[in-house]
């Protein structure tokens, strides 16, 4: 069974709107976390491999194979993830306007 995380983002940035943790765990975390997010707000159906999240979770300490899939509540915009190898689930709110957001972005070229 995965953990659940419930995240703001505004709890992760900075004034400038960066990662405000520094090098170690929770830097980690923080840049999994911000990583699902511009996969997430990416508009395409089926994300291209360069936005595609590994679940970072390590059951039985043997790195998880899955890739994070996501969805949007639909009563406040959260992103809704989840691993579907390891159950690892959580949803993000206030991401809405960060450097993460990619609803707007130019196409990758």
Not at 18 to 33: C, D, F
Not at 81 to 88: A, E, I, S
Not at 94 to 109: C, F, I, K, P, T
Request: glycine residues 6%; charged residues 30%; proline residues 7%.
């Amino acid at each position: 069974m995965g953990d659940t995380w419930i995240v703001n983002l505004e709890h992760l940035v900075d004034e400038d709107g960066t990662i405000a943790a520094p090098k170690g765990p929770a830097r980690n975390l923080a840049e999994h976390i911000v990583e699902i997010v511009a996969m997430a707000s990416r508009p395409e159906l089926i994300p291209l491999p360069v936005y595609q999240v590994r679940c970072r979770r390590r059951p039985g300490r043997k790195a998880c194979t899955g890739i994070i899939e996501t969805d949007f509540d639909p009563e406040d915009e959260r992103i809704v993830w989840w691993c579907p190898v390891c159950d690892d689930n959580g949803y993000i709110s206030n991401w809405q306007g960060s450097m993460w957001d990619l609803r707007n972005a130019d196409e990758v070229h």
